[in-house]
């Protein structure tokens, strides 16, 4: 199992912080740390199809803005560890719609998420089968449609966090792979069938 990042999740009030965050490569760096555990620039190079140069540079950026820190004790003054910072980010969208650069943002953001979604559901259809049985029966893809509220949404997306924010903390056993949770609402004004 991967070393877990030392703090839990971090929230993001500034759209520049969130600009800079944004980058896809450094969103790229980010998940690796977090979902691999510590690693270094050349390696991640390695893993993304960029130079050890372009991964170190923005590896920096990441430290500057409080994402990512060099592991102590590891590593050489050649070859340095980084380390993921948190095991999330969070913002909320109220508080940084109104600022400038806000919208835009928030906007490139939730593109680079469905895309890394729809990157995540893929790769798992082409590994499903090279799972083990037991793997298989235990995936769950679901599909829910409910009539609610504004209300009723946030209501929902807080009970929902709160049962995978319990799970993380007293229900993860380490040694087992990572396995990740997609949990999206949203209304449609039409169903794209």
Same mark, same amino acid.
């Given at each position: 199992? *991967?070393?877990?990042?030392?703090?839990?999740?971090?929230?993001?009030?500034?759209?520049?912080?969130?600009?800079?965050? !944004?980058?896809?490569?450094?969103?790229?760096?980010?998940?690796?740390?977090?979902?691999?555990?510590?690693?270094? !620039?050349? =390696?991640?190079?390695?893993?993304?199809?960029?130079?050890?140069?372009?991964?170190?540079? &923005?590896?920096?950026?990441?430290?500057?803005?409080?994402?990512?820190?060099?592991? *102590?004790?590891?590593?050489?003054?050649?070859?340095?560890?980084?380390?993921?910072?948190? =095991?999330?980010? =969070?913002?909320?969208?109220?508080?940084?719609?109104?600022?400038?650069?806000?919208?835009?943002?928030?906007?490139?953001?939730?593109?680079?998420?469905?895309? =890394?979604?729809?990157?995540?559901? *893929?790769? &798992?259809?082409?590994?499903?089968?090279?799972?083990?049985?037991?793997?298989?029966?235990?995936?769950?893809?679901?599909?829910?449609?409910?009539?609610?509220?504004?209300?009723?949404? *946030?209501?929902?997306?807080?009970?929902?966090?709160?049962?995978?924010?319990?799970?993380?903390?007293?229900?993860?056993?380490?040694?087992?792979?990572?396995? &990740?949770?997609?949990?999206?609402?949203?209304?449609?004004?039409?169903?794209?069938?």
């Amino acid at each position: 199992m *991967a070393e877990l990042p030392p703090e839990e999740t971090v929230d993001v009030t500034d759209p520049r912080t969130l600009r800079a965050l !944004a980058h896809p490569l450094r969103t790229g760096l980010l998940a690796l740390l977090r979902s691999e555990g510590p690693s270094t !620039a050349s =390696r991640l190079g390695q893993r993304l199809g960029e130079s050890s140069g372009t991964t170190s540079y &923005h590896l920096r950026q990441l430290a500057d803005l409080g994402f990512v820190e060099e592991v *102590a004790g590891q590593g050489t003054a050649r070859e340095r560890w980084w380390r993921a910072r948190h =095991r999330s980010t =969070r913002w909320r969208t109220e508080d940084l719609v109104a600022q400038p650069g806000g919208r835009e943002v928030l906007e490139e953001l939730t593109h680079q998420s469905l895309g =890394r979604q729809r990157r995540m559901l *893929a790769a &798992h259809a082409e590994q499903r089968e090279a799972l083990e049985p037991v793997w298989r029966d235990a995936v769950s893809l679901n599909d829910w449609a409910l009539h609610l509220s504004p209300e009723g949404v *946030a209501a929902l997306t807080e009970e929902l966090n709160g049962v995978l924010a319990r799970w993380r903390a007293g229900h993860e056993e380490p040694g087992q792979p990572l396995v &990740h949770v997609l949990v999206d609402l949203f209304p449609l004004t039409e169903d794209p069938a």
